[in-house]
């Protein structure tokens, strides 16, 4: 997996209590009980880890951790891009 999917990982065993193995890609979010507030709490510690803007409206229940993750990704891709 790309190292954003397991800062996500991290983030979400630091911040909600899960154990590593207990995530997996393919998982939503709403199968792993994080509810809107929980993902928006989530959004905001990875916008400021990573240095990306991470909106309530780009991350939903029904997402899985692997779309978000690349989600993320492409959103480090445009700032690096207008940056280069």
Do not use: C
Request: proline share 2%; charged share 30%.
């Amino acid at each position: 997996m790309s190292d954003v999917y397991n800062h996500l990982v991290q983030l979400m065993t630091a911040e909600f209590g899960f154990e590593a193995d207990e995530i997996k890609p393919d998982d939503t979010f709403n199968e792993l009980e994080l509810d809107s507030l929980a993902l928006v709490e989530l959004a905001m510690a990875a916008s400021a880890d990573l240095g990306v803007a991470i909106g309530d409206e780009d991350l939903s229940p029904d997402d899985t951790v692997e779309r978000a993750a690349k989600l993320i990704e492409g959103k480090l891709a445009e700032v690096k891009g207008v940056n280069a």
